[in-house]
């Protein structure tokens, strides 16, 4: 089937080559074949929602098992101490992440290179590209708050904030900080541009490039599980789904995502030893500088690299509209997404 969608005509002027009866063969298998494509990453999905709901008891029981007692000093990490808890988060989020793509990359006989594309980008392109990329990335924070606040405005209780799951304490070690970093900044810059630019886009991309942009975007979205970000991921899984298309390089998803994560880690680093005017001050600063950045590697694009601009994606057989009805009538994305929205109303509570 696979093989048969692939020679589907190219341009619309094409179609009126077949057969009434060829074209409703080639429109029901389409969209059967997107149906069983959702269905796998809306599977493969749930099973890394359910180990990121699981894992952690996991680890908690295995602690105690070995012997460990914690302390009610580090109430905010689970009572175990700041250095182990970063080691068991981190590992915690590999695991529930690297598992279940592995054993979807192992039924499915895809090779890991077709799901990570390194297509060569000239060194000054790829700066600018990345500049670029979390300028537009942070820019995204201003009217997801909007959103966000509208929205909540509309809510008769208060929403508790969105912790990013243990606060840096004040007299830190620098090594406990390197794990802070290294759990919210480098591992989800990988494994997340692995699971969504890798997996996600490369199964539907032959769905149509700006399908899978928009579907991997609101799938990246919901899987934060919570108001506070999903407007915000949303919009930068269009950001990192773009450059994806237009590079064929995820290394460069994954260097825009550690600095947009870095950006915010950088500040709940600097918290506990700033005022909050002084934090407000080193934030408008960096913001600053990354939007200057981002404006002249954008002048750069276009001068050298004008292509780069040019959003014009390849017409499909299938309309826009059979796309969508075959992507959310399949049973592993509706059960995703009812999962996620479960957790965020949960979260509002």
């Given at each position: 089937m696979l093989r048969l969608f692939c020679f589907l005509p190219k341009r619309e002027k094409e179609v009126g080559n077949l057969t009434r009866e060829s074209w409703k063969?080639?429109?029901?298998?389409?969209?059967?074949?997107?149906?069983?494509?959702?269905?796998?990453?809306?599977?493969?999905?749930?099973?890394?929602?359910v180990l990121f709901s699981f894992l952690p008891a996991g680890f908690m029981d295995l602690l105690v098992a070995l012997g460990y007692r914690g302390s009610a000093v580090y109430s905010a990490y689970g009572n175990i101490e700041p250095l182990l808890y970063y080691v068991i988060q981190g590992s915690q989020f590999a695991v529930s992440v690297a598992g279940p793509s592995l054993v979807y990359l192992l039924v499915t006989r895809q090779p890991v290179r077709n799901m990570v594309p390194s297509q060569k980008v000239p060194p000054m392109a790829f700066v600018a590209m990345m500049v670029l990329g979390l300028g537009l990335s942070?820019?995204?924070?201003?009217?997801?708050?909007?959103?966000?606040?509208?929205?909540?405005?509309?809510i008769p209780w208060q929403l508790g904030e969105i912790s990013p799951g243990g606060e840096v304490p004040a007299s830190a070690t620098p090594f406990v900080m390197v794990l802070f970093v290294v759990r919210h900044s480098v591992f989800?810059?990988?494994?997340?541009?692995?699971?969504?630019?890798?997996?996600v886009i490369a199964q539907l991309?032959?769905?149509?490039?700006?399908?899978?942009?928009?579907?991997?975007?609101?799938?990246?979205?919901?899987?934060?599980?919570?108001?506070?970000q999903i407007p915000f991921a949303f919009l930068v899984g269009l950001v990192l789904g773009y450059m994806l298309v237009r590079?064929?390089?995820?290394?460069?998803?994954?260097?825009?995502?550690?600095?947009?994560?870095?950006?915010?880690?950088?500040?709940?680093?600097?918290?506990?030893?700033?005022?909050?005017?002084?934090?407000r001050l080193i934030s408008g600063g960096i913001f600053a500088l990354i939007f200057l950045l981002a404006a002249v590697g954008?002048?750069?694009?276009?001068?050298?690299?004008?292509?780069?601009?040019?959003?014009r994606f390849p017409w499909h057989p299938l309309s826009l509209g059979s796309r969508w009805g075959a992507f959310f009538s399949s049973i592993g994305i509706v059960l995703v997404l009812l999962m996620n929205l479960g957790e965020t109303l949960w979260r509002m509570v």
């Open positions: 063969m080639f429109q029901r298998d389409g969209r059967r074949d997107l149906r069983r494509s959702a269905n796998a990453v809306g599977f493969l999905l749930l099973g890394i929602a942070l820019f995204a924070n201003f009217p997801s708050r909007f959103l966000v606040d509208n929205v909540t405005s509309l989800p810059a990988f494994f997340e541009e692995f699971l969504f630019r890798g997996i991309r032959r769905f149509g490039e700006g399908f899978a942009i928009v579907a991997s975007a609101l799938l990246f979205g919901m899987f934060h599980g919570n108001l506070e590079t064929n390089n995820i290394w460069l998803c994954a260097a825009i995502h550690f600095l947009n994560n870095l950006v915010a880690t950088i500040s709940d680093l600097l918290e506990p030893y700033c005022t909050e005017e002084q934090s954008a002048v750069y694009l276009f001068l050298r690299h004008r292509p780069f601009f040019r959003v």
